[in-house]
């Protein structure tokens, strides 16, 4: 906004000393016109400042969402209404998933304590306006990265928790082997995804059709496959494996094996506060380098002896430490002690150590023929 009303200060001063041009005006008279110009540009400045709403007041404020975190000492983070294995809430009404996790990495790298997180459950719909409010400090929960959201909607993914893609789910008794014998099928998809947005261009593009039966919430959309309300049920991969858990009877149904998007999942962010983007980045990035070097939650405290420069950096010995980004120097080591590495957490919410037994796959590392890979911590 500065950059524009600067411009717009400049054009309307521009404007009126051509318009004078050929009169003859006293030193006096043009300082006063220039003053005159000046107040009128001020006063405008603070009307379009007015209508801008929080965000250009917390710009002029000077104060970073890392500041307002610290001062109330706890993060608030926006989570899903419930998807298994990636923001859920458990018998005893503790929120637990790789999401959830994530959140949790970053109030240990910020406040030390990784409980230090309130979670507010957004449907698709919300979880958008939630984060461009202030609302939520930060969104995990199942989001796909697009062009759209990255830009249009003022919003920073500062990097991929979980690379999904969009499958269907039938019940057995169909008959149905492939997701190309689905033509004139009614299918159970949740509104406000990039989930409804695939559905249609892959029938489009099949030359099939479709009858779409539209749920608010995944939990309202699996309960309607349930229910028989549709014959296929349709979101990214890994959460039909997570929504097929709550079926009546999770032995009726059957995820066919076409995939037909990119569903890349991560953490967002408003824009506008890159030194809270870089935290949020690089919390993420911790976790995946720890991973590759083998720190884990169990051996953090004897690998603060390590001689590795990588480890030691890592886990802030050595290296930037908590310079840059403006928090504790012994963030990472905070992150991995209390929460665990990406391959710690991947197996305990989502893996073969959950209920959901997915199988790592592109979401190994780099060097294990998957495709996480983080930029170095030095």
Same mark, same amino acid.
């Given at each position: 906004?500065?950059?524009?009303?600067?411009?717009?200060?400049?054009?309307?001063?521009?404007?009126?000393?051509?318009?004078? !041009?050929?009169?003859?005006?006293?030193?006096?008279?043009?300082?006063?016109?220039?003053?005159?110009?000046?107040?009128?540009?001020?006063?405008?400045?603070?009307?379009?400042?007015?209508?801008?709403?929080? *965000?250009? $007041?917390?710009?002029?404020?000077?104060?970073?969402?890392?500041?307002?975190?610290? *001062?109330?000492?706890?993060?608030? !983070?926006?989570?899903? @209404?419930?998807?298994?294995?990636?923001?859920?809430? +458990?018998?005893?009404?503790?929120?637990?998933?790789?999401?959830?996790?994530? !959140?949790?990495?970053?109030?240990?790298?910020?406040?030390?304590?990784?409980?230090?997180?309130?979670? #507010?459950?957004?449907?698709?719909?919300?979880?958008?306006?939630?984060?461009?409010?202030?609302?939520?400090?930060?969104?995990?929960?199942?989001?796909?990265?697009?062009?759209?959201? &990255?830009?249009?909607?003022?919003?920073?993914?500062?990097?991929? +928790?979980?690379? &999904?893609?969009?499958?269907?789910?039938?019940?057995? %008794?169909?008959?149905?082997?492939?997701?190309?014998?689905?033509?004139?099928?009614?299918? !159970? /998809? =949740? $509104?406000?995804?990039?989930?409804?947005?695939?559905?249609?261009?892959?029938?489009?593009?099949?030359?099939?059709?479709?009858?779409? #039966?539209?749920? %608010?919430?995944?939990?309202?959309?699996?309960?309607?496959?349930?229910?028989?309300?549709?014959? /296929?049920? @349709?979101?990214?991969?890994?959460?039909?494996?997570?929504?097929?858990?709550?079926?009546? %009877?999770?032995?009726?149904?059957?995820?066919?094996?076409?995939?037909?998007?990119?569903?890349?999942?991560?953490?967002?962010?408003?824009?506008?506060?890159?030194?809270?983007?870089?935290?949020?980045?690089?919390?993420?990035?911790?976790?995946?380098?720890?991973?590759?070097?083998?720190?884990?939650?169990?051996?953090?405290?004897?690998?603060?002896?390590?001689?590795?420069?990588?480890?030691?950096?890592?886990?802030?010995?050595?290296?930037?430490?908590?310079?840059?980004?403006?928090?504790?120097?012994?963030?990472?080591?905070?992150?991995?002690?209390? /929460?665990?590495?990406?391959?710690?957490?991947?197996?305990?919410?989502?893996?073969?150590? *959950?209920?959901? =037994?997915?199988?790592?796959?592109? +979401?190994?590392?780099?060097?294990?023929?998957?495709?996480?890979?983080?930029?170095?911590?030095?």
């Amino acid at each position: 906004m500065t950059k524009k009303l600067s411009m717009l200060s400049l054009g309307i001063i521009t404007a009126f000393a051509l318009s004078g !041009c050929g009169e003859q005006s006293s030193s006096d008279q043009s300082q006063k016109t220039i003053a005159d110009l000046n107040a009128k540009v001020a006063e405008l400045e603070a009307k379009l400042s007015n209508q801008s709403g929080g *965000s250009a $007041s917390v710009a002029s404020s000077g104060e970073s969402l890392l500041d307002k975190v610290l *001062s109330k000492g706890e993060l608030t !983070c926006g989570v899903s @209404t419930g998807l298994p294995g990636f923001s859920n809430p +458990n018998s005893k009404g503790e929120w637990e998933g790789i999401d959830v996790e994530f !959140c949790q990495a970053v109030a240990a790298a910020v406040l030390g304590d990784k409980t230090k997180v309130k979670y #507010v459950p957004l449907t698709a719909k919300e979880r958008f306006t939630a984060l461009q409010s202030g609302e939520i400090d930060i969104l995990s929960r199942n989001t796909t990265w697009t062009l759209h959201r &990255d830009t249009a909607l003022g919003l920073n993914f500062a990097g991929v +928790n979980y690379y &999904d893609g969009q499958g269907f789910m039938v019940k057995k %008794d169909l008959g149905v082997k492939s997701a190309k014998e689905l033509d004139g099928a009614s299918v !159970c /998809v =949740q $509104s406000g995804t990039t989930t409804e947005l695939n559905l249609a261009d892959y029938f489009r593009n099949t030359g099939m059709s479709y009858n779409p #039966v539209v749920f %608010d919430t995944a939990a309202q959309t699996s309960a309607g496959f349930d229910s028989g309300r549709c014959d /296929v049920l @349709t979101t990214d991969q890994s959460g039909l494996y997570a929504l097929r858990l709550n079926l009546k %009877d999770p032995g009726s149904a059957a995820v066919l094996p076409e995939i037909i998007s990119k569903e890349p999942l991560g953490p967002v962010v408003r824009q506008g506060d890159d030194k809270w983007f870089n935290i949020v980045k690089w919390t993420l990035s911790a976790m995946v380098n720890a991973e590759e070097y083998g720190i884990t939650s169990k051996n953090a405290d004897d690998m603060l002896k390590s001689t590795d420069p990588n480890i030691k950096r890592i886990l802030g010995v050595d290296g930037p430490k908590g310079k840059g980004l403006g928090i504790r120097d012994d963030w990472g080591y905070q992150v991995i002690k209390q /929460v665990g590495n990406y391959g710690e957490s991947f197996e305990r919410t989502v893996g073969t150590g *959950s209920p959901l =037994q997915i199988s790592r796959g592109v +979401n190994a590392l780099w060097n294990e023929g998957g495709f996480m890979y983080a930029p170095p911590i030095r």
